[in-house]
């Protein structure tokens, strides 16, 4: 990884572009440290500093590198775009216009794009509205008695709302910058930003509170974790695909053999994405009904609210088993992988091809599907035990979510700028 890094500051090229994302990054840090028009910036952190957050907004947090709770223009981080575009995949399978402009090539994915960010925009709206109005009522950080606003009149609640929307809508603006621009995916590269600001302060938490024993356990743990993290992310299932040869007037086609990759973790980080929101709706709901004795609030604050609770963890690691089921099938369909293989002539060796290829496929995919899910529940529940076992709090360094994000962008940013450089290194035609 270093050497590639290397290489690619050496080509004037690619040196440009990783000198851009470098400064569209100091920037997209700078607006995560500048807190919005109205915000008691002494109280905020003074109540950071003395109160812990019940983890309700935990993965919103995370995904803004902290900016969350500091109240800055860039709050939202890139959640708002990551719910959009969950959203519009789920919405590509129900509603059949949305099928026909993905079928469309180029053109139907600009329009896709166009609609995320409407989307990103709509939810926006509706997060920052809620955030500013739990700071206006203090219930945005649960123990701090301290006003987090100047004044609570409209003029100031609308003045925020609207910063903090035009904050994510020029995170979208540098993260397509990063994309057109840069290497990599711009929307990756900035939600690895946020997650890696965060990772020294919290290291640096447990160093303080457990001592130099747990600290050194916690290192040997999280660098564990990291390798067999990016040993997962790297397996596949190579599934080989030959094409039979044909000829189109003098000229022949095909003959050629290749292979379909299904990766163990299919799904990604999506499906963790998909059990957090979940689970935080019934937090959700404990927190605006405080005042209410009902016995259903009671049970969900004892049992689904800590985090620290075997029958949270238990559901939590169930919804994310589902979900990753639940995804896999909806990004990946088989019976159109093997009608596209039956078009130009594609066939896997001793499968007919057709309706038996479909099964075929479909069979290995649910087979590799399970280890990818059970990985998934596993890596996302470390922070939860380690909660208990180590009593870290909710921003433990080595989090599954955390873990998965820096690795698979790291990864492939990494492929990104080695292909690049085989572009331009590459010697072969002229021997």
Request: hydrophobic residues 50%; positive net charge.
């Amino acid at each position: 990884m270093l050497s590639a890094f290397a290489n690619a500051f050496r080509t004037p090229d690619l040196r440009r572009k990783l000198l851009f994302v470098l400064l569209i990054v100091m920037v997209f840090r700078l607006g995560s440290q500048v807190p919005t028009p109205g915000v008691n910036v002494a109280n905020v952190r003074s109540c950071i500093n003395n109160v812990e957050d019940s983890g309700l907004y935990q993965l919103v947090n995370l995904f803004s590198g902290g900016a969350l709770l500091q109240l800055t223009i860039f709050a939202l981080g890139i959640m708002p775009y990551i719910t959009a575009s969950i959203i519009l995949q789920l919405l590509v399978v129900v509603i059949p216009r949305l099928e026909a402009l993905k079928k469309e090539g180029q053109s139907g994915q600009t329009k896709i794009t166009q609609y995320t960010r409407y989307l990103t925009l709509g939810l926006a709206l509706l997060q920052a509205t809620g955030i500013v109005a739990l700071a206006r009522s203090g219930n945005l950080l649960q123990g701090c008695e301290l006003d987090l606003l100047h004044s609570n009149s409209t003029s100031t609640f609308l003045t925020m709302v609207i910063t903090m929307t035009a904050g994510t809508a020029v995170i979208m603006w540098l993260g397509e910058l990063i994309t057109d621009r840069g290497i990599g995916n711009g929307m990756s590269i900035l939600i690895f930003t946020q997650v890696v600001a965060t990772f020294p302060a919290s290291l640096w938490t447990v160093q303080q509170t457990e001592g130099p024993w747990v600290f050194g356990i916690v290192m040997l743990i999280g660098l564990t974790l990291v390798a067999a993290v990016i040993f997962i992310e790297q397996a596949q299932r190579r599934i080989p695909v030959q094409y039979a040869r044909r000829m189109v007037g003098r000229k022949m086609f095909g003959g050629s053999s290749t292979y379909i990759p299904l990766k163990v973790n299919q799904a990604g980080i999506i499906p963790v994405i998909f059990a957090s929101s979940l689970l935080y709706l019934p937090a959700m709901a404990v927190q605006f009904n405080q005042t209410s004795s009902s016995p259903v609030l009671n049970f969900i604050d004892k049992y689904l609210v800590g985090g620290d609770h075997p029958l949270y963890m238990a559901v939590y690691f169930l919804l994310i088993i589902f979900f990753t089921y639940f995804y896999v099938s909806i990004t990946f369909n088989p019976e159109e992988v093997a009608d596209n293989m039956k078009k130009y002539g594609g066939f896997i060796p001793g499968i007919r091809a057709g309706r038996p290829t479909e099964d075929y496929l479909a069979y290995v995919l649910s087979r590799i599907t399970f280890p990818g899910a059970l990985y998934l529940g596993a890596i996302s529940i470390i922070p939860l035990i380690a909660i208990v076992l180590v009593g870290a709090n909710q921003s433990f360094p080595f989090g599954g979510t955390s873990i998965l994000i820096m690795v698979g962008v790291a990864l492939d940013t990494v492929k990104q700028i080695e292909s690049q450089l085989q572009q331009r290194n590459y010697e072969g035609f002229l021997r």
